[in-house]
Every structure is written in structure tokens, then in C-alpha cells.
């Protein structure tokens, strides 16, 4: 049973433009999100997370916005460049424990 | 320099054999987890262990066991291995509440093929 969702297997994004790839989810229990970004090969590396109390968090040319009421989360990335390219897996924790659920990943193509 | 080691990199094994995939965190983390990605490419969580003790354990079959000697390393063990058990499987570590805001740190993964 998958908790956490992401029915955008593929993206493809001109250089420069913004990249967004969503994440829906469906435990009310969750209180963190957190995305992850995985080059072929190697292991998933931590990007950026946001606690359920918040809306939004900012770092660096990701943003992060949470929208609890429909359950779904997007990761902003502005400008997209080459080194973007990767897949991107979206999680989360519940509150009362450190397992993370993720979900399938979205692969980005960075265009030139 | 490798934060989360993981070995060996590739194992390819026939059906019916026993192998270990060994993992080592430098971190100083105090909770290690060991996650399985499929051929769908989810990744879903086996065990996990804090300070030695074995915290989550999901409904994984027997001939998986999961062993700790010390808080840095964390072993899987594979039983009478069979089609089926082939992914790629990743060692994480994290630092207990930072865990949420921080997550995970992952080692390179293994890449098992059972033939």
C-alpha cells in the first residue's frame, strides 16, 4: 500500500526554465516531507524537507510547498541546469517514528 | 571518505546460495537502516537499528537477517537466496531527531542478482 505518491514517472525541462514535480500522499500521520535526488549508480542524497507546520521552505533553487488539506507536496527547481538531471524521489516520516515511505521517483531530463 | 560504505558494490549468486552485504557509517549517525529497491524502483524499508537495538522490522521473509556488532556497522544476511531476492539494496544512516529535517544518509547500494 503505497503512502506516499508520485504519478509523474518522467519530466522533461529546457535549461533555465522551472522544473516542479509533485508528491501526494495519503497517511494524515505524516509530519515531515522530505525530497531526495539520485544519480544512476549512487545512492539517494538529501535535498530538502519541510515539517508539516509550514507551508513553504527555500533553499538555495529548491522550494518546497506543502499543501496539507490535499495532501500533496511539489518540489521547485528554478533554474533548471544540466547537473538537475536525476531522479527525484519524494518522503515522509510520521510522527512517532524515523522510517521514511517514498515514493517511485520522477526522472528529470534537463535539456540544453 | 565514504560517509555510508557499502560491500560489495555488484553480487551475482545462483538460487539456494547464503551471501552478506556489509555496511560501515563514519558519521558518527546512530541509527542504520537497510532498504530494498525493487524492480518498480520503490524503496521500501527492512530494518533498521538504533544503538544496536533493532527498531523496525517489516514483514520481510526469515532468510533476511539483519545483524549489528556496533552502532557503525550494520550487516544483511541472505539466506537460501531466490530469484525474487534480486535489487538493489541500500545501507542509510541518520542521527536520531535529526532524522526528520535532515533524513537519510545512503551508501552507494548493492546490486544483487540472483541467477
Known amino acids: 500500500d503505497q503512502q506516499v505518491k508520485q504519478n509523474s514517472p518522467s519530466l522533461s525541462v529546457q535549461e533555465g526554465r522551472i522544473s516542479i514535480l509533485n508528491c501526494d500522499y495519503t497517511?494524515?500521520?505524516?509530519?515531515?516531507f522530505l525530497w531526495y535526488k539520485k544519480y544512476p549508480a549512487e545512492g539517494p542524497t538529501f535535498l530538502i524537507s519541510i515539517s508539516s507546520i509550514k507551508d513553504k521552505n527555500e533553499d538555495g533553487r529548491f522550494t518546497v510547498f506543502l499543501n496539507k488539506s490535499a495532501k500533496h507536496l511539489s518540489l521547485h527547481i528554478v533554474p533548471s541546469q544540466p547537473g538537475d538531471s536525476a531522479v527525484y524521489f519524494c518522503a515522509a516520516s510520521t510522527f512517532n517514528d524515523y522510517k521514511l515511505s517514498f515514493g517511485a521517483g520522477t526522472t528529470v531530463t534537463v535539456r540544453a | 571518505d565514504t560517509a555510508v560504505s557499502q560491500t560489495p558494490k555488484y553480487l551475482v549468486t545462483q538460487m539456494g546460495n547464503d551471501k552478506s552485504i556489509k555496511c560501515e557509517q563514519n558519521?558518527?549517525?546512530?541509527?542504520m537502516y537497510w532498504y530494498k529497491q525493487d524492480s518498480k524502483k520503490f524503496l521500501k524499508i527492512m530494518f533498521s537499528?538504533?544503538?544496536?537495538?533493532?527498531?523496525i522490522n517489516e514483514t520481510v521473509p526469515n532468510r533476511f537477517s539483519p545483524k549489528s556488532p556496533d552502532k557503525a556497522h550494520l550487516n544483511l544476511h541472505i539466506n537460501s537466496l531466490e530469484l525474487g531476492d534480486s535489487a538493489v539494496y541500500f545501507c542509510?544512516?541518520?542521527?536520531?531527531?535529526?532524522?526528520?529535517?535532515?533524513?537519510?544518509?545512503f551508501g552507494s547500494g548493492t546490486r544483487l542478482t540472483v541467477v
Open positions: 542509510a544512516s541518520s542521527h536520531g531527531r535529526d532524522t526528520k529535517r535532515y533524513g537519510y544518509t
Open positions: 497517511n494524515s500521520m505524516f509530519d515531515y
Open positions: 537499528y538504533n544503538n544496536k537495538e533493532l527498531i
Open positions: 558519521l558518527g549517525h546512530d541509527t
